[in-house]
């Protein structure tokens, strides 16, 4: 068993097996839940940036282009 994630084990006729997430871990799931509703709150800003990175990028192809052609 780890501290976050527990491993139990049924006996069976076919044994079977069965992971899920200990009280340990449970502990961090207001954690996890903030991360998480940061990132949605988010998304907005971050594909906003991921654009105009892709624009300064494509400026910053361009004006290689331009350079070459030009110089």
């Known amino acids: 068993m ?3 994630i527990g ?3 049924f006996s069976s ?3 079977k097996v069965e992971d ?3 009280e340990y871990g449970q502990s961090l799931l207001p954690i996890i839940n903030a ?3 940061w990132g949605r709150d988010h ?3 971050m594909s906003e940036l991921q654009r105009d990175t892709k624009l300064l990028c494509l400026m910053l192809k361009n ?3 331009y350079l070459k052609l030009y110089n």
Request: hydrophobic share 40%; no cysteine.
């Open 43 to 45: 998304v907005k800003h």
């Open 7 to 9: 491993k139990y084990i």
């Open 2 to 4: 780890t501290l976050f």
């Open 20 to 22: 899920a997430i200990t």
């Open 35 to 37: 991360i998480s509703a």
């Open 63 to 65: 004006k290689k282009y």
């Open 13 to 15: 006729s076919s044994p």
